[in-house]
């Protein structure tokens, strides 16, 4: 069997699992077609002195998978020295800025035919990409979008990455390269053709096929499911985030302040008007209705908000309220829209965010 080589380039944790997924299908050769792009010539060595291996744990233990790789730090090569092209790359990084540093080291590498594979990015990732990398629209490459809850997949070393104990799926969609003349049928078809005729797909769904022994699966679902689903996260995520900051683990019961249940409600007001007079395409998706009803939202965040009370609990940073309240914010403003509680809770959570932050390094408050 000809198996189609991926790269895998960024920091997340996430890359180094799902290469463990791809790596370990059965007919993958003895050291697998995929191929870890790496920072530089240093974590290069550091890689090799460490026998190209990548190591994944169970938290739990009774897992623990070993794979070797092959490894570069710069662009693929002919052996004339020519740039070789990269049909599949898979990239995860923590935040929109690094996935755009990481993907302009290979741009040259990569062309309108490339399957590009974003681990959990952030909203408004493809938008950057092509304001930053591929200014015309033909240019782009084929995007396609993972998402994944799996938490607590971290790096305990730096070629050692642990995942929790339970099964988690990694849901795919492509991505289209414009939403003019949106439909939700022809997005529902090319999900099902892809999963026959494109060699990245066709590799993940083998994924779902074997028992790789770690924690996640696959899922091809269409690019408008799985917009509405992370809208929903990012609702949430933007009503929980400023609000932890401002009142703590006070806030686990909304019921308990009608002036605080009043300000989520407005919250959610906010951005669903935001997404809908953006997103003009949106009704064409079925369930979107449903997806988006403002009573509902609003009893997801508050049982999101329950939650905190029986977990550790992390206090957000300013980066976590850019990256949710922000997006909204910049999302408004493009058409001059009115959001005004999310620009006054923006502004308030990350003021106290600094403020905490100048205590903790003046040396008055130690």
């Given at each position: 069997m000809?198996v189609?080589r991926?790269?895998?380039?960024?920091?997340?944790?996430?890359v180094h699992?799902?290469?463990?997924?791809?790596?370990?299908?059965?007919?993958?050769p003895k050291?697998?077609?995929?191929v870890?792009l790496?920072?530089?010539q240093?974590?290069?060595?550091r890689?090799?002195?460490?026998?190209?291996?990548v190591?994944i744990?169970?938290?739990?233990g009774?897992?623990d998978g070993?794979?070797q790789?092959m490894?570069?730090?710069?662009p693929?090569?002919?052996?004339?020295?020519e740039i070789a092209r990269?049909?599949?790359?898979?990239i995860?990084?923590?935040?929109?800025?690094s996935?755009?540093?990481s993907i302009k080291?290979?741009?040259e590498?990569i062309?309108?035919d490339?399957?590009?594979l974003?681990?959990n990015?952030?909203?408004?990732v493809?938008d950057m990409?092509?304001?930053n990398?591929?200014?015309e629209?033909e240019?782009?490459?084929?995007?396609?979008?993972?998402?994944?809850?799996?938490?607590d997949?971290?790096?305990?070393a730096e070629f050692?990455?642990?995942?929790?104990?339970?099964h988690?799926?990694?849901q795919?969609?492509?991505?289209?390269?414009?939403h003019m003349?949106?439909?939700?049928?022809?997005?529902?078809?090319?999900?099902?053709k892809?999963?026959?005729?494109?060699s990245?797909s066709?590799?993940l769904?083998?994924?779902?096929?074997?028992?790789?022994?770690?924690a996640?699966?696959v899922v091809s679902?269409?690019y408008g499911?799985l917009l509405?689903y992370?809208y929903?996260?990012?609702?949430v995520?933007?009503?929980?985030a400023?609000?932890?900051?401002?009142y703590?683990?006070q806030?686990?019961d909304l019921?308990?302040?009608d002036s605080?249940?009043k300000?989520?409600?407005?919250l959610?007001?906010?951005?669903t008007?935001?997404i809908k007079?953006?997103?003009?395409?949106?009704?064409?998706?079925?369930h979107?209705?449903?997806a988006?009803?403002?009573?509902r939202?609003?009893?997801?965040v508050?049982?999101?908000?329950?939650?905190?009370?029986?977990?550790?609990?992390?206090?957000?940073?300013?980066?976590?309220?850019?990256?949710?309240?922000?997006?909204?914010a910049?999302?408004?403003?493009k058409?001059n829209?009115?959001?005004?509680l999310n620009?006054?809770?923006?502004?308030?959570?990350k003021?106290?965010l600094?403020?905490?932050?100048?205590?903790?390094l003046?040396?008055r408050?130690?």
């Amino acid at each position: 069997m000809n198996v189609p080589r991926v790269y895998a380039l960024g920091n997340a944790p996430l890359v180094h699992l799902m290469c463990h997924e791809l790596a370990s299908l059965s007919f993958q050769p003895k050291v697998p077609e995929v191929v870890l792009l790496l920072q530089d010539q240093k974590k290069l060595n550091r890689f090799l002195e460490n026998e190209s291996k990548v190591e994944i744990q169970r938290n739990n233990g009774g897992f623990d998978g070993v794979k070797q790789y092959m490894a570069s730090c710069s662009p693929p090569k002919f052996a004339s020295g020519e740039i070789a092209r990269i049909d599949n790359l898979i990239i995860g990084e923590n935040n929109p800025r690094s996935f755009i540093d990481s993907i302009k080291k290979y741009t040259e590498s990569i062309d309108c035919d490339t399957n590009l594979l974003l681990l959990n990015p952030n909203m408004g990732v493809r938008d950057m990409l092509r304001k930053n990398i591929w200014h015309e629209q033909e240019s782009l490459p084929n995007l396609f979008m993972g998402i994944t809850n799996l938490e607590d997949v971290c790096r305990t070393a730096e070629f050692t990455i642990q995942f929790p104990g339970f099964h988690e799926a990694l849901q795919v969609c492509s991505v289209p390269k414009t939403h003019m003349g949106y439909s939700y049928e022809q997005d529902v078809r090319t999900t099902e053709k892809l999963s026959t005729t494109n060699s990245l797909s066709r590799l993940l769904k083998s994924v779902n096929k074997e028992e790789t022994g770690s924690a996640m699966g696959v899922v091809s679902r269409p690019y408008g499911d799985l917009l509405l689903y992370r809208y929903e996260e990012l609702i949430v995520r933007s009503c929980v985030a400023p609000i932890s900051v401002m009142y703590g683990q006070q806030a686990h019961d909304l019921q308990a302040s009608d002036s605080l249940t009043k300000m989520i409600r407005t919250l959610v007001a906010e951005f669903t008007y935001t997404i809908k007079a953006t997103d003009k395409f949106i009704p064409l998706i079925p369930h979107s209705k449903g997806a988006l009803d403002q009573h509902r939202l609003f009893s997801t965040v508050s049982r999101h908000f329950k939650k905190t009370k029986y977990r550790d609990f992390r206090r957000p940073t300013i980066n976590d309220i850019n990256l949710s309240n922000g997006f909204f914010a910049l999302k408004a403003r493009k058409l001059n829209i009115r959001s005004p509680l999310n620009d006054t809770i923006m502004a308030c959570a990350k003021a106290k965010l600094q403020l905490a932050r100048k205590s903790e390094l003046d040396y008055r408050y130690l």
